[in-house]
């Protein structure tokens, strides 16, 4: 099948704001390449080399974005409204447009291999690896092993937010609990919650696409009698209480959500929410506690933040 690759070149800034106009247009599946994230990388205490250092060597400097749109007769209104809505439309610090549009044709091939190349062993927290299904990694003896194909699913446990939500989870997962994944993407989160002891975990997405990813790579970690998964939206179809929720989403639908979540959550169970740029932290704990939910932490890494709250 042949796709059209619709590529941006934008800032680290403008970067949600491109992803969330891709999304709303119907886009298929992002890919997001920032050279700063690998050489802050390099830069760490814990370099892996785990990224091609032939990324380094593009041309241009700022982000990328990669959106597949698969041909169809609509599809160069869908091109001409991104352009409009990225190149020529002004947001708030973005008085000349957000970026630059270009497309490209691609096979489904093509495209499912290249991505692979950015994608390594990565080392989570205090033992959790999130590790390619196709890389070789040699396992420590504390280290738990998550074997990972997102596929076209979002989720490959290198982004911030999911990094975040990983390292709640480590925290505050006991053996036997009830967890939660509400918009669970490739089903990352649902299985490493199974992995840490968690009795039962359903996953929910509203994209099929996710539904079936998050089924597969449960069967690969051999958690799939642990995890249960639901097409729907939100909470709409979980019943019955958990002593975990975790939501990586964005700030609005956390909020949106935030009405209905004590009927969903155990006396002292806890909400690990991510998806969150800085600028809407307040925004979030404003709408936690207005609903008798404490703060317990704020995380924060790069732009992004992780609001970890319980029932008052």
């Given at each position: 099948?042949?796709?059209?690759?619709?590529?941006?070149?934008?800032?680290?800034?403008?970067?949600?704001?491109?992803?969330?106009?891709?999304?709303?247009?119907?886009?298929?599946?992002?890919?997001?390449?920032?050279?700063?994230?690998?050489?802050?990388?390099?830069?760490?205490?814990?370099?892996?080399?785990?990224?091609?250092?032939?990324?380094?060597?593009?041309?241009?400097?700022?982000?990328?974005?990669?959106?597949?749109?698969?041909?169809?007769?609509?599809?160069?209104?869908?091109?001409?409204?991104?352009?409009?809505?990225?190149?020529?439309?002004?947001?708030?610090?973005?008085?000349?447009?957000?970026?630059?549009?270009?497309?490209?044709?691609?096979?489904?091939?093509?495209?499912?291999?290249?991505?692979?190349?950015?994608y390594k062993p990565k080392k989570i927290g205090e033992k959790i690896v999130i590790k390619p299904t196709w890389e070789e990694y040699e396992?420590?003896?504390?280290?738990?092993?998550?074997?990972?194909?997102?596929?076209?699913?979002?989720?490959?446990?290198?982004?911030?937010?999911?990094?975040?939500?990983?390292?709640?989870?480590?925290?505050?997962?006991?053996?036997?609990?009830?967890?939660?994944?509400?918009?669970?993407?490739?089903?990352?989160?649902?299985?490493?919650?199974?992995?840490?002891?968690?009795?039962?975990?359903?996953?929910?997405?509203?994209?099929?696409?996710?539904?079936?990813?998050?089924?597969?790579?449960?069967?690969?970690?051999?958690?799939?009698?642990?995890?249960?998964?639901?097409?729907?939206?939100?909470?709409?179809?979980?019943?019955?209480?958990?002593?975990?929720?975790?939501?990586?989403?964005?700030?609005?639908?956390?909020?949106?959500?935030?009405?209905?979540?004590?009927?969903?959550?155990?006396?002292?169970?806890?909400?690990?929410?991510?998806?969150?740029?800085?600028?809407?932290?307040?925004?979030?704990?404003?709408?936690?506690?207005?609903?008798?939910?404490?703060?317990?932490?704020?995380?924060?890494?790069?732009?992004?933040?992780?609001?970890?709250?319980?029932?008052?």
């Amino acid at each position: 099948m042949k796709w059209i690759e619709v590529q941006i070149k934008t800032t680290t800034e403008a970067e949600e704001i491109v992803a969330n106009i891709m999304y709303e247009l119907g886009v298929t599946g992002l890919a997001i390449e920032d050279p700063n994230d690998i050489l802050a990388f390099q830069q760490s205490e814990e370099d892996w080399d785990f990224i091609d250092p032939s990324i380094l060597n593009q041309d241009y400097e700022g982000v990328i974005i990669k959106g597949y749109f698969p041909e169809s007769e609509d599809l160069i209104d869908k091109i001409e409204l991104i352009r409009d809505s990225i190149e020529k439309s002004s947001y708030s610090g973005f008085d000349k447009g957000l970026g630059e549009v270009t497309t490209s044709e691609v096979y489904e091939k093509d495209w499912a291999e290249a991505w692979k190349k950015y994608y390594k062993p990565k080392k989570i927290g205090e033992k959790i690896v999130i590790k390619p299904t196709w890389e070789e990694y040699e396992k420590a003896d504390n280290q738990i092993i998550i074997e990972l194909d997102p596929g076209m699913a979002f989720g490959t446990g290198t982004h911030e937010t999911t990094i975040m939500c990983i390292e709640a989870l480590e925290k505050y997962v006991k053996e036997g609990n009830t967890v939660y994944d509400i918009g669970c993407g490739s089903g990352i989160l649902g299985i490493a919650a199974a992995k840490l002891g968690a009795q039962k975990v359903i996953g929910v997405d509203l994209d099929e696409v996710c539904i079936r990813v998050s089924k597969e790579n449960a069967e690969l970690n051999k958690v799939d009698d642990k995890i249960s998964l639901r097409q729907g939206n939100l909470l709409d179809v979980v019943e019955g209480k958990a002593d975990i929720i975790v939501s990586n989403i964005i700030a609005e639908i956390i909020i949106n959500m935030v009405d209905s979540l004590k009927d969903y959550l155990k006396e002292d169970g806890i909400f690990i929410a991510s998806g969150i740029i800085t600028e809407k932290i307040d925004m979030v704990k404003d709408a936690l506690e207005k609903n008798g939910f404490e703060i317990i932490d704020v995380v924060t890494m790069k732009d992004w933040a992780c609001i970890i709250s319980t029932i008052k």
